[in-house]
């Protein structure tokens, strides 16, 4: 079963809000397996006044975010009953490798895939692509806690 998600559901998850929710809509989910997203990137975004403002490019560690933001959605999406409602929190980021920068009018797109959980740790394979081509990837790791 393949799950969609707009903004409205998303914000049902994930406690994140304008400037900092950096998924914008869900386009595929399957739970426990994988979920694509979507992060439309716009000159309008707060950090491109600061961040290299002659040539602006999203900051990978808000690309690292997105895809963040993505595990906690493939976490709440496959967590059993006694796990709903939780918040996942970042607990780590390995092996993140970037190919190239992403610009304004970008179409940011964010894999996450489960690879596995031991109590309260989950771990994903992330990777983001625009128009088909390798931006950035990295191995995740998120920990549900009870708010």
């Given at each position: 079963?393949?799950?969609?998600?707009?903004?409205?559901?998303?914000?049902?998850?994930?406690?994140?809000?304008?400037?900092?929710?950096?998924?914008?809509?869900?386009?595929?989910?399957?739970?426990?397996?994988?979920?694509?997203?979507?992060?439309?990137?716009?000159?309008?975004?707060?950090?491109?006044?600061?961040?290299?403002?002659?040539?602006?490019?999203?900051?990978?560690?808000?690309?690292?975010?997105?895809?963040?933001?993505?595990?906690?959605?493939?976490?709440?999406?496959?967590?059993?009953?006694?796990?709903?409602?939780?918040?996942?929190?970042?607990?780590?980021?390995?092996?993140?490798?970037?190919?190239?920068?992403?610009?304004?009018?970008?179409?940011?797109?964010?894999?996450?895939?489960?690879?596995k959980s031991?109590?309260?740790?989950?771990?994903?394979?992330?990777?983001?692509?625009?128009d088909?081509?390798?931006?950035?990837?990295?191995?995740?790791?998120?920990?549900?806690?009870?708010?």
């Amino acid at each position: 079963m393949s799950v969609k998600l707009d903004i409205l559901q998303i914000q049902e998850f994930l406690p994140h809000r304008y400037p900092f929710l950096l998924v914008d809509k869900v386009i595929e989910c399957e739970p426990g397996v994988r979920l694509v997203g979507v992060k439309n990137v716009t000159y309008n975004e707060p950090f491109f006044q600061g961040h290299f403002p002659q040539k602006p490019i999203m900051p990978g560690v808000l690309i690292l975010e997105a895809l963040a933001q993505a595990t906690g959605l493939l976490a709440s999406e496959t967590a059993p009953d006694e796990l709903v409602g939780m918040i996942y929190y970042l607990a780590s980021i390995d092996k993140a490798k970037f190919k190239r920068p992403v610009v304004p009018g970008d179409q940011l797109m964010l894999e996450v895939k489960f690879l596995k959980s031991k109590r309260n740790i989950w771990a994903f394979d992330c990777r983001a692509e625009v128009d088909g081509e390798f931006v950035a990837s990295a191995e995740i790791r998120c920990a549900a806690v009870v708010e």
